[in-house]
């Protein structure tokens, strides 16, 4: 028996958006129409109540998975929705099915803000998600992206890039807020270019996160 490539098994970006009228919702997914094709995509419930009507015109950035005995497509009103899928079901132990379940119940940023305060209790509060996984969640996904700042900043210094970064690290607030968005999927650059627009005296970090993620979004 033929077996299928690896990164078919894998799944990922091989549809990164699905645009069509939205033809039903049900339980777990919705139908979209797409040239006379109906696309089943699963959805968290809180996704599928902020998609729209029935008939309606509507768009949703997609994750593909292709594996032995399945093919899905789940799907997300935001680019920091699938982000976060992504990273969840990169965390061990953690299967598509609960983090869609976790994405209903958890905005991005207040989940990038458990990530990087260690929050434990927020997270294993999360259906589907005990305390020894919540913990997983956050020394993986720190770690993650432990490396891929030294990856970046060695990139970001031959550029003579970091004045900006170190300014903001002055403010802890805005450091963690400039964490929390890394923890999104965004780099320093794309990060430093938002927070050049936005007056952050005066925000919490919640606010201040969620300011970042509006002008993120603008690109």
Same mark, same amino acid.
């Given at each position: ?30 139908v979209i129409d797409v ?26 950035h997609t994750y593909y ?10 799907? $997300? ?10 990273? &969840?079901?990169?965390?061990? #132990?953690? !299967? *598509? +099915? /609960? %983090? ?10 207040? $989940? ?10 927020? &997270?294993?509060?999360?259906? #589907?998600? !005990? *305390? +020894? /996984? %919540? ?85």
């Amino acid at each position: 028996m033929r077996k299928e490539p690896t990164l078919m098994k894998k799944g990922g970006k091989m549809l990164a958006y699905i645009k069509g009228e939205l033809a039903a919702k049900a339980r777990g997914y919705i139908v979209i129409d797409v040239g006379g094709l109906g696309y089943k995509v699963f959805m968290s419930d809180l996704a599928m109540q902020n998609i729209g009507k029935i008939g309606e015109t509507v768009k949703v950035h997609t994750y593909y998975r292709v594996m032995e005995d399945d093919i899905s497509i789940f799907g $997300f009103n935001t680019q920091e929705e699938l982000r976060l899928f992504e990273l &969840l079901i990169s965390v061990s #132990g953690v !299967g *598509a +099915k /609960t %983090a869609i379940t976790m994405l209903g119940t958890i905005e991005p940023s207040d $989940f990038a803000i458990a990530i990087i305060s260690n929050d434990i209790k927020t &997270l294993k509060k999360l259906p #589907g998600i !005990g *305390a +020894k /996984t %919540a913990q997983r969640i956050v020394l993986e996904l720190k770690d993650k992206l432990k490396k891929e700042q030294q990856i970046e900043e060695l990139s970001i210094a031959t550029d003579n890039m970091l004045n900006m970064r170190n300014a903001i690290k002055q403010d802890s607030k805005e450091e963690e807020a400039f964490t929390a968005l890394q923890v999104l999927g965004y780099n320093s650059k794309e990060i430093e270019k938002a927070m050049e627009k936005i007056n952050t005296e005066e925000l919490s970090l919640e606010e201040l996160i969620k300011a970042g993620l509006k002008e993120l979004a603008k690109k």
